[in-house]
């Protein structure tokens, strides 16, 4: 089944305790975005990837970070959480990098920073 | 830069009753605009896309959306809702960049009553 995974779906953890939140997609699509979701915000992008080694940020990238080693990865790291960084969190893919492209997205992370 | 405005932050309808979902964003030239839904607990998923040809976007679940150039609006439509839809509704848009690069909406909570 074509699908977009993330790992863990539910973390608390403390201010300053580096975490990584994984997102794997079997579809061999190119581009690759993180975004948070906060209420009456809609969903913000963190950083996105066109492709392997080659990422950017999004609008809202302070404190985070990502790496794209292979194709079907693109992690987020965050490493010294802090409160404001409590929130929900989806991985995207699409197939290409055209602004017509669908994203496809993950069932989300949901972070809790204490 | 482009934004996606959603006046309608919460809305609760009767099961059968008629939906529309405003969605207005700013952008001067051409636009590509989506509308994702989120059911409770689930991933976002795409309901209809526009980039070119007939202003009237028919997608999955009997939603359909018309884009008004003049207007800069591109409103989700429902003639006849069911508990089912109760989700929150973001619309999109991918303008200018010439690649990916989703702008949401806050999003519209819809609530139906059986």
């Known amino acids: 089944e074509a699908q977009v995974t993330q790992n863990p779906r539910y973390l608390i953890t403390v201010t300053g305790k580096k975490l990584t939140v994984t997102c794997s997609q079997n579809?061999?699509?190119?581009?690759m975005s993180w975004y948070r979701q906060d209420p009456g915000l809609g969903l913000r992008q963190i950083y996105y990837?066109?492709?392997?080694?080659?990422?950017d940020k999004g609008d809202v990238p302070e404190g985070y970070k990502v790496s794209r080693k292979e194709k079907r990865n693109f992690p987020l790291i965050l490493e010294s959480p802090s409160p404001n960084q409590t929130s929900l969190y989806f991985c995207?893919?699409?197939?290409?990098?055209?602004?017509?492209?669908?994203?496809?997205f993950g069932p989300g992370t949901r972070l809790t920073v204490l | 830069a482009q934004s996606v405005s959603q006046h309608n932050h919460h809305v609760i309808l009767s099961e059968a009753a008629s939906l529309e979902l405003g969605c207005n964003y700013s952008?001067?030239?051409?636009?590509?605009l989506f509308w994702y839904v989120q059911y409770p607990g689930q991933h976002l998923q795409l309901l209809l896309k526009?980039?070119?040809?007939?202003?009237l976007v028919k997608g999955i679940k009997g939603f359909e959306a018309e884009f008004i150039k003049s207007k800069f609006s591109f409103n989700l439509r429902k003639p006849s809702v069911q508990w089912s839809d109760t989700a929150e509704y973001f619309c999109a848009v991918t303008a200018g960049t010439g690649f990916q690069k989703l702008v949401f909406g806050t999003g519209t909570r819809l609530l139906v009553s059986p």
């Open positions: 952008y001067g030239g051409t636009v590509n």
């Open positions: 995207a893919s699409s197939e290409g990098t055209a602004d017509t492209d669908t994203q496809y």
């Open positions: 579809m061999n699509h190119e581009y």
């Open positions: 526009y980039f070119s040809g007939d202003p």
């Open positions: 990837s066109m492709n392997v080694e080659v990422t």
